[in-house]
């Protein structure tokens, strides 16, 4: 598959009584039998809520090409029981580790068990088995949206504001000079687009289409429909091989692991109402 030097584990709690927790996670990869990976992340999840953390660089890149389905597993450190619902693991691979080409590496999705170290509450981990990234030509029949609002960022006055919003966002597509896909986010079970939140969201296409189909004519654009400015600050757009369930192949759309657009607003004394998102082409 490719060369990691860093990765970003992202995931959203189901929106149960207690799901969400306060206890760590940690992360191993291995290959041929040894650890590349084993790293720990803290967080605080309430029920419903979704996050991306993403790890410091690896000392030594790693060849997912030596993985199997049982190499990468997510355990849990503490009895705060964790109930995920689902879960991704990507990063930039080679050849220039750019945040550009963005790799897609393990998922799981609709899950039902949970984690914990007191065994009568659940497993104290579990795999993450893997996908596959993908090419120009692989049919994307379902969209994953995560993006990740700023905690703080100075506003258009040079003061500081509140980077969430209560407008609503529209993600549209354009593949082989058709829409086959303009949808708003409204309200979720999560705290959308708050400051310092996380936000997970699959949106469905009118129709299949191909990363190749949205280079050669097409794109990706990224509105706000209300003067509430929001001040993103990463985002990422998956496209699934499947409409419902795990996929097989996650294809990278776009990859923005720091948002250099500025504020959002239709309000142009504080923002801009749409975004032109670059997207990925290798």
Avoid: C
């Avoid at 039998?33 to 660089?57: H, K, M, N, P, Q």
């Avoid at 080409?101 to 039902?112: N, Q």
């Avoid at 309200?187 to 009118?206: C, H, I, K, V």
């Avoid at 289409?209 to 993103?232: C, H, K, M, Q, Y």
Wanted: glycine share 10%.
């Amino acid at each position: 598959m490719a060369m990691f030097n860093q990765l970003a584990l992202s995931a959203l709690t189901r929106n149960e009584e207690d799901a969400g927790t306060s206890s760590t996670l940690n992360v191993t990869v291995n290959v041929d039998g040894e650890d590349v990976l084993d790293r720990d992340f803290d967080f605080d999840l309430d029920d419903g809520e979704a996050y991306i953390r993403i790890t410091s660089t690896l000392p030594t890149p790693f060849d997912s090409n030596g993985l199997t389905n049982s190499s990468i597993r997510v355990g849990i450190r503490d009895d705060d029981a964790w109930a995920p619902q689902h879960i991704l693991l990507f990063g930039p691979a080679q050849p220039d580790f750019q945040p550009g080409r963005t790799i897609a590496l393990a998922m799981e999705t609709d899950l039902s068990h949970w984690l914990s170290i007191d065994p009568s509450e659940g497993h104290l981990t579990m795999p993450l088995r893997l996908v596959g990234p993908g090419d120009s030509t692989t049919q994307i029949r379902r969209v994953l949206l995560l993006v990740d609002t700023a905690w703080s960022a100075l506003g258009p006055s040079g003061t500081g504001g509140n980077t969430g919003t209560d407008s609503d966002i529209e993600l549209e597509i354009i593949a082989g000079g058709n829409l086959v896909l303009k949808q708003q986010i409204h309200d979720t079970s999560q705290p959308d687009l708050e400051r310092g939140t996380t936000n997970w969201y699959f949106l469905d296409p009118a129709a299949p289409f191909t990363r190749g189909e949205v280079l050669s004519n097409g794109g990706i654009r990224l509105s706000i429909l209300g003067s509430d400015a929001w001040r993103p600050q990463e985002l990422f757009v998956f496209g699934l091989d499947t409409a419902t369930g795990r996929p097989n192949n996650v294809v990278s759309l776009v990859s923005l692991p720091i948002w250099s657009e500025g504020w959002m607003s239709t309000d142009l004394t504080e923002g801009k109402p749409a975004v032109d998102l670059p997207v990925v082409s290798v």
